[in-house]
């Protein structure tokens, strides 16, 4: 009865020990973006990920294979996720505006809660990122873009944009600035609202004033 006790005990323990593992997984996989993020993917060994979580460098091959394993499990999270938020805000309708300042805000709220996968994501897009087997970005992005352009497009057509606007050229420079975000965001002095309500009125109506901007158009005009 008491080997039949310490068995049950055993096994309870080990099935204790195994319960935590997703969570384990969840930690390595945090740690290992955030190197990533500081040093770049290549830079990045084993050792100072298993440092960084405080086991043995070992123990991480129970949990994932390569370090592009633990790549992979970030960036296919993140940019699904990302793709899954900017659908779900261009289908809630409004204008082109309307839309564009909610895929603002998507924007950046995704960026300031995954700042190491976007880093990432700027840091080996044209380096590790074009390897075969991370195809899957690109296709992403690829549908991300098109999905701003057409809002760029609609917003053309409806008047609300203007009609020399080139709407790749306008997603990519959003993104640009939105990437950027994350390194002098303080919510002690920032709020998000406040940050795509600036962002969207500069983006918007621009730098000057309606005078200033008549002005340059008529200086223009007679420079031309």
Not at 171 to 200: F, L, N, T
Request: proline share 4%.
């Amino acid at each position: 009865m008491v080997l039949a006790a310490f068995e049950k005990g055993a096994s309870l323990g080990a099935m204790a020990k195994r319960r935590p593992a997703p969570e384990r997984r969840r930690q390595i996989a945090q740690a290992a973006g955030e190197l990533f993020a500081e040093r770049g993917v290549r830079a990045t060994t084993v050792r100072d990920i298993g440092d960084r979580v405080g086991v043995l460098s070992g123990s991480l091959y129970h949990h994932f294979k390569t370090k592009h394993d633990i790549v992979h499990e970030l960036m296919h999270a993140y940019v699904d996720g990302l793709l899954a938020r900017y659908r779900g805000v261009e289908g809630l309708g409004g204008s082109a505006l309307q839309k564009l300042e909610r895929l603002f805000h998507a924007c950046i709220r995704a960026n300031l809660e995954h700042p190491a996968e976007e880093t990432m994501l700027i840091r080996e897009l044209g380096g590790l990122f074009d390897l075969d087997e991370f195809v899957y970005i690109h296709e992403t992005l690829a549908e991300i873009e098109a999905l701003f352009v057409k809002v760029i497009v609609q917003g053309k057509s409806a008047g609300e944009i203007r009609e020399d606007v080139d709407p790749r050229f306008v997603y990519r420079m959003m993104m640009d600035v939105m990437g950027a975000v994350p390194r002098w965001y303080d919510p002690e002095q920032h709020s998000e609202d406040r940050v795509v309500e600036a962002w969207a009125n500069l983006f918007f109506r621009g730098m000057c004033p309606p005078q200033a901007q008549a002005r340059g158009v008529s200086e223009s005009a007679v420079a031309s």
